[in-house]
């Protein structure tokens, strides 16, 4: 019997229209539709700064498909621990798992109302494996695991999936705690995939600094040495922390260089 049910509905599904938000902004650059007037005009104030911030989002989209794809068929990771996941688009991470092994049980995490009623409606998995949501808030690491531990076994291997969201917590050492304290509950053989933006030229740090004055929540870009401080005492799969386009890239030619980073670390 599968065990897809969605959460209850609860008064956090109230959603504010009146500031942009980065998870509707995200799904505005993906080509998606869940998103108003103040998301796309922030989404354009960016594209007109930076061009290259389409083509970030959907690479960045991409290596996570590629990411979990390597995680449930190489890896052989059957828990999937999704922190941060954003709206459903396509190819969602328990879409990406469960076609490559059915039996997959993935948790989503977010604190966004919006994120959470369009889940409630969409995140419905395999007949075999499992397929929840739970509200949460990234900052608070405990209640994230608290819930998780409701459908996950924490005793066997997790990846942690933290897909552009560690750039909402501005001071790295707070950002690095999340992420310790996310992997010192899982055990050896588990698996972080992250993926974040980057510091990496001009154009991308102009844009941020006029998105963070929107009125969205702030997303503070980190430089990769930065960024690889979430990796240490992980064995890096190979290439290991590199562009979006150069983690196992499954296009001909030479990838494109953009400012995002992205690795997969085992937990030894």
């Known amino acids: 019997m599968a065990e897809t049910a969605p959460p209850p509905a609860t008064d956090q599904t109230r959603i504010d229209t009146s500031v942009p938000h980065s998870a509707r902004i995200w799904n505005y650059w993906l080509g998606g539709k869940d998103n108003f007037e103040v998301d796309r005009l922030a989404g354009e104030q960016v594209r007109e700064l930076f061009p290259a911030m389409i083509e970030t989002a959907r690479e960045s989209r991409a290596f996570l498909s590629r990411a979990v794809r390597f995680l449930a068929g190489e890896a052989g990771i059957r828990q999937f621990l999704d922190v941060g996941t954003g709206l459903p688009t396509a190819d969602n991470t328990h879409q990406v798992a469960q076609r490559v092994a059915p039996r997959s049980r993935v948790v989503y995490v977010d604190n966004d109302p919006m994120v959470l009623a369009h889940a409630r409606a969409l995140l419905v998995g395999s007949p075999e494996g499992l397929t929840r949501y739970v509200h949460a808030d990234l900052r608070d690491p405990r209640a994230v695991l608290r819930q998780a531990t409701e459908h996950l076994d924490l005793d066997q291997p997790v990846a942690v999936l933290l897909f552009g969201v560690l750039g909402h917590v501005g001071d790295d050492d707070e950002a690095v705690a999340i992420v310790n304290a ?68 499954e296009r001909d030619g030479p990838p494109a260089d953009l400012d995002g980073y992205c690795a997969v670390g085992r937990k030894p």
């Open 182 to 249: 996310l992997l010192d509950a899982v055990p050896s053989g588990s698996y972080l995939a992250l993926s974040d933006g980057t510091d990496t030229s001009e154009g991308v740090v102009e844009s941020h600094r006029q998105y963070n004055e929107s009125g969205a929540l702030p997303y503070h870009l980190r430089s990769p040495e930065r960024i690889a401080r979430f990796f240490d005492g992980l064995e890096l799969v190979e290439p290991g922390l590199v562009p979006f386009t150069h983690w196992r890239p």
